[in-house]
């Protein structure tokens, strides 16, 4: 599996956190870890809004398995997330959520609160957030005497979001166009679609 990092300008200073403690948690399950930034030596700022878009535009054409994304309080990532094409995001606070959300739902971006309750020892939860999170198989069930029917469930709500949000396609048509012109020019997420992509278009 390929997973991305990346996460709004407000938390730039948290990317490399972010990214060290994807690769240790991920990175002991065989997964491969990019890093997409925003960089904290970066200059241009990227809202959560922003940020999404090239979410759910790797994620879309299949350039990556999974995205570990955030903002301050990673609530209004989830949320623009989950409006666009190809992605189901989790809020993940805790390990707890992180362990249930990746048994469960199976989802594939994970937006974590990189500012609100993030004190001392922060970087702590944030690690064994991302443990749990991937620890055992995505969208396997749980707990186990339920697991087929939480799989069913998990099914249904990718094929109900794939019918009920359009294609990025006919999305990226629709986009204020200072909005994908600005997605369009991130050099290094272009690339890895150029280079990885695999489809298109993309519904869910």
């Given at each position: 599996?390929?997973?991305?990092?990346?996460?709004?300008?407000?938390?730039?200073?948290?990317?490399?956190?972010?990214?060290?403690?994807?690769?240790?948690?991920?990175?002991?399950?065989?997964?491969?870890?990019?890093?997409?930034?925003?960089?904290?030596?970066?200059?241009?700022?990227?809202?959560?809004?922003?940020?999404?878009?090239?979410?759910?535009?790797?994620?879309?054409?299949?350039?990556?398995?999974?995205?570990?994304?955030?903002?301050?309080?990673?609530?209004g990532m989830m949320l623009a997330c989950n409006s666009l094409p190809g992605v189901l995001c989790g809020y993940l606070?805790?390990?707890?959520?992180?362990?249930?959300?990746?048994?469960?739902?199976?989802?594939?971006?994970?937006?974590?609160?990189?500012?609100?309750?993030?004190?001392?020892?922060?970087?702590?939860?944030?690690?064994?957030?991302?443990?749990?999170?991937?620890?055992?198989?995505?969208?396997?069930?749980?707990?186990?005497?339920?697991?087929?029917?939480?799989?069913?469930?998990?099914?249904?709500?990718?094929?109900?979001?794939?019918?009920?949000?359009?294609?990025?396609?006919?999305?990226?048509?629709?986009?204020?166009?200072?909005?994908?012109?600005?997605?369009?020019?991130?050099?290094?997420?272009?690339?890895?679609?150029?280079?990885?992509?695999?489809?298109?278009?993309?519904?869910?």
């Amino acid at each position: 599996m390929r997973v991305g990092v990346i996460q709004a300008s407000s938390q730039r200073d948290k990317n490399p956190l972010i990214y060290e403690c994807t690769k240790k948690a991920a990175g002991r399950h065989g997964h491969e870890v990019i890093n997409f930034g925003v960089f904290p030596d970066e200059r241009e700022d990227w809202t959560y809004v922003e940020t999404a878009l090239l979410i759910s535009l790797l994620l879309s054409r299949g350039a990556v398995d999974f995205i570990v994304t955030g903002c301050s309080s990673g609530q209004g990532m989830m949320l623009a997330c989950n409006s666009l094409p190809g992605v189901l995001c989790g809020y993940l606070p805790t390990p707890q959520d992180a362990f249930l959300f990746g048994r469960i739902n199976g989802g594939n971006a994970a937006s974590l609160p990189l500012g609100l309750g993030f004190g001392w020892m922060g970087e702590i939860n944030l690690q064994c957030t991302l443990d749990k999170l991937f620890e055992g198989g995505f969208g396997v069930g749980w707990p186990p005497e339920e697991a087929e029917r939480k799989r069913r469930d998990a099914g249904l709500l990718r094929k109900l979001s794939g019918i009920t949000k359009r294609g990025m396609t006919e999305c990226l048509e629709r986009y204020p166009r200072e909005l994908t012109v600005k997605a369009l020019t991130r050099g290094n997420v272009m690339e890895y679609i150029e280079k990885f992509g695999k489809v298109a278009g993309g519904g869910a």
